[in-house]
């Protein structure tokens, strides 16, 4: 029987080529092979000093680019996370199970420089991330290993609940998919494509015009020499634009006269990848992205509400809301974490 996942995606920023071949697309093939949860992490972004009209106009820019790269709303729910009150209410009840002394030690707090002028969201933010999974069921979460640690905090979190509170909570395990193409920065070949080095111009954004695609692509920094070959040790800004013609066409190619050559066809190749998911991200209006949104909040309202209303009562809580019938807490079949 195939396994709930789950992906999320924060609106922080533009989406880039680096997400799209790293995590939409794996998505996309997948989804009709397992149930799949996908949500819009605009959460996540209060974590950080923002603008909330550029957070709405990111959080709709991310969700119609999801659905225009080939997210199916009848085969994955998609949804805004704010629009489902339920992630922030198991927020805080699973804090009541969390020390400060986790929080303290995890990533995302010392990557942001987390002191006294931090917001206190950004040190519980991982607890928000286990809420994230915990509250739909999830049994496997892809992730990366930079991204292992807060799967295995949402391990340890469901398994002191269900060991204090009895079996309420399915305990996920991280898995890690076939390995998915590493794009890298162009004007950085050895640093990874993202959002904090967009300032460079080697980073290609999904909704990037055809002909800043590819002055992008024409601009990469390559490597001395002129032989075209895949040595990411030796040549790595070649071997970054190999890379990323095999992630366009599926196929490897080194027979390049030069590197004028093989930048053109990276080009042409990345252009034309792009092209169908900006044609049907531009036939999409804010009134149909809002809808499928919405129709996805509901979907996930049913699980999402038995999950707290279950958590509630083993806390000794009311229940808040009725839970429909034949909703028996969920057996918890992983091995504990190590």
Do not use: W
Not at 13 to 26: S, W
Not at 112 to 133: C, E, F, H, N, Q
Not at 149 to 158: F, N, P, S
């Amino acid at each position: 029987m195939s396994k709930r996942r789950i992906s999320g995606f924060k609106p922080t920023g533009p989406l880039q080529f680096g997400n799209y071949m790293g995590a939409i697309r794996p998505v996309v093939e997948g989804q009709h092979a397992q149930p799949t949860v996908v949500f819009i992490a605009d959460l996540h972004a209060l974590t950080v000093r923002h603008d909330p009209a550029v957070l709405r106009r990111l959080s709709m820019e991310v969700a119609g680019l999801l659905l225009a790269s080939g997210i199916d709303p009848e085969k994955t729910v998609l949804y805004r996370q704010s629009d489902l009150p339920a992630h922030t209410e198991l927020h805080y009840l699973l804090e009541c199970v969390a020390s400060y002394g986790e929080m303290h030690r995890m990533i995302q707090f010392k990557e942001k420089g987390g002191g006294g002028g931090s917001r206190l969201s950004l040190l519980t933010y991982p607890v928000l991330m286990a809420s994230d999974i915990l509250l739909h069921d999830i049994e496997e979460v892809p992730v990366g290993r930079d991204q292992r640690q807060h799967v295995e905090l949402t391990r340890d979190l469901a398994v002191r609940f269900n060991e204090r509170y009895g079996p309420v909570l399915t305990v996920p395990q991280a898995v890690h998919p076939a390995v998915a193409a590493r794009v890298a920065d162009l004007a950085e070949p050895t640093a990874k494509m993202g959002k904090t080095n967009a300032s460079t111009g080697g980073v290609l954004f999904l909704l990037d015009p055809p002909d800043v695609l590819r002055r992008k692509v024409m601009r990469a920094v390559t490597d001395t020499g002129t032989e075209v070959v895949h040595d990411p040790e030796r040549k790595p800004g070649v071997s970054n634009l190999l890379d990323i013609l095999e992630a366009c066409t599926g196929e490897q190619r080194r027979d390049f006269r030069g590197y004028g050559e093989l930048k053109a066809t990276v080009a042409d190749a990345v252009v034309a990848t792009l092209a169908p998911i900006q044609q049907k991200y531009h036939e999409m209006d804010e009134t149909y992205i809002e809808g499928i949104l919405r129709a996805g909040a509901e979907r996930a309202r049913e699980r999402a509400d038995r999950t707290v209303s279950r958590v509630r009562e083993a806390l000794g809580l009311t229940t808040a809301r009725p839970v429909p019938a034949g909703s028996p807490a969920r057996p918890v079949t992983a091995a504990a974490p190590h």
